[in-house]
């Protein structure tokens, strides 16, 4: 299988108690799976596509079978978004980055809490479904921006490093419509280790 559906690098509980077991069983079990089901369904109807990496696939939807274009956008972004989200966080984490991806934060917005602050009021300002992201652009500058439902930052020529996901699916049982709450939780489960590693594998 070229596009393989990871395991949780824990288990459903790990994250709590910022992010419930319930929930983070269902949007790993139904919601990520769905997309990831979806996504394989559609590339399949085009074998040459398997020999694609996903982001390759989703940096340029202009080059994929107008049948299945659609489906990719939603399913292969929400396939790839997920991946990324579960992957930058854990137990036992958060706190302040270090090494070079501390740097560059440091330098682009002069301290952690003005960093934090800006990631929390682009989560709340995405209207409706999406993420929250700092994305690296080709130069190795850094950005803070908002996708729509399951695009991703590759479809703008950038380089994804952190994700928060703002879908009501991520948090509604905990925290139903208080998403400033979960978002100001959710820092105690960054796993900087990951982003360090995200950053210092952009070429």
């Known amino acids: 299988m070229a596009f393989d559906f990871l395991p949780l690098p824990y288990g459903f509980d ?55 274009r659609n489906v990719v956008r939603g399913n292969g972004g929400g396939y790839y978004n997920h991946t990324l989200y579960w992957a930058n966080m854990g137990p036992n984490a958060g706190g302040e980055p270090k ?43 850094l950005v803070i921006h908002a996708t729509m439902n399951q695009d991703t930052p590759l479809a703008e020529g950038l380089t994804p490093l952190l994700v928060v996901d703002v879908w009501e699916h991520a948090y509604y049982l905990k925290y139903q419509n208080r998403r400033a709450e979960y978002l100001a939780a959710w820092w105690n489960l960054v796993n900087w280790n990951v982003v360090e590693e995200r950053f210092l594998a952009v070429k």
């Open 99 to 141: 090494g070079a991806v501390a740097e560059a934060i440091k330098a682009a917005y002069g301290d952690f809490a003005a960093f934090k602050a800006e990631i929390e009021k682009t989560g709340l300002g995405r209207l409706g479904s999406g993420y929250a992201w700092l994305s690296c652009k080709p130069d190795r500058s």
């Open 14 to 68: 790990a994250l709590e108690p910022v992010i419930d077991a319930r929930t983070v069983e269902i949007h790993y079990t139904k919601h990520h799976a769905t997309y990831h089901k979806n996504f394989v369904a559609a590339v399949e109807k085009h074998p040459e596509l398997m020999d694609l990496s996903i982001e390759s696939i989703l940096a340029d939807l202009n080059k994929i079978p107008e049948d299945i």
